[in-house]
């Protein structure tokens, strides 16, 4: 199928597309000029959504896999994870992230909750999943998840809380096991377990 907009034919350039979002380095391999990115903006085909990514104009933008690919050193995690693991029913448009201890982002961090992490916890529970749109992305697995949550340094919303607690003892989620070998490394064990105690 041609795509022909004026004189000029998207074709190649909208092949490049992985679930709606083209990326500034795949164009060499594929033998399109970055110049083609311009006349496909002024056309309105794409739209430019950061640095070396860009969206098809007529989708909807994929927030969590767009931020990922320009901040791959993050992990959704606490409130962002349980949304996408299905924990919660809340979603935000606050992520809430995991990064290296030597990470510093001040700007990012205005918008966003970023707890930096030591080695040894840092990347621990970490999973793949898809996104809304299908697109993949880096989180937590559900009982890191749920550590996350219950931590000291967790600033969000208490019914998430609450309701990620209550949907995770449910199947398929519940593994008591793991989740209390997690809760010790990251020391909320006797929290957890108080909690639980009530809810079983």
């Given at each position: ?10 074709s ?6 992985k679930?709606g ?17 311009r006349?496909?903006?002024n056309?309105?085909?794409?739209e ?9 104009s007529?989708e ?6 767009i931020f990922?690919?320009?901040n ?8 962002t ?14 992520f809430f ?23 040894g ?12 749109f299908?697109?993949?992305?880096k989180?937590h697995?559900?009982e ?12 969000g919303?208490k019914?998430?809380?609450?309701e990620?607690?209550?949907?995770y003892?449910q ?15 990251l ?13 079983l």
């Open positions: 199928m041609q795509y022909n907009y004026g004189m000029k034919d998207y190649r350039l909208l092949a490049l597309a679930n979002v083209i990326r500034t380095k795949d164009l060499g391999a594929a033998g399109i000029g970055r110049d083609y990115l006349y496909a903006i056309d309105e085909v794409i430019k959504a950061a640095y070396g990514i860009y969206i098809l007529n909807i933008a994929d927030k969590l896999y990922q690919l320009k791959s050193r993050l992990i959704f995690s606490a409130n994870s349980a949304f996408l693991l299905g924990l919660t029913t809340r979603d935000s448009d606050v992230l995991s990064a290296p201890l030597s990470y510093n982002n001040p700007k990012l961090s205005q918008f966003h909750n970023i707890v930096r992490e030591r080695a916890i840092y990347g621990l529970g970490l999973i793949e999943a898809e996104t809304t299908g697109n993949t992305v989180l697995d559900a890191r998840t749920i550590c996350d949550l219950f931590s000291p340094k967790y600033t919303d019914f998430v809380q609450v990620a607690l209550k949907n003892l199947p398929p989620f519940k593994n008591l096991v793991k989740l209390f070998e997690y809760a010790k490394v020391g909320v064990y006797d929290e957890l377990k108080k909690r639980i105690e009530v809810l």
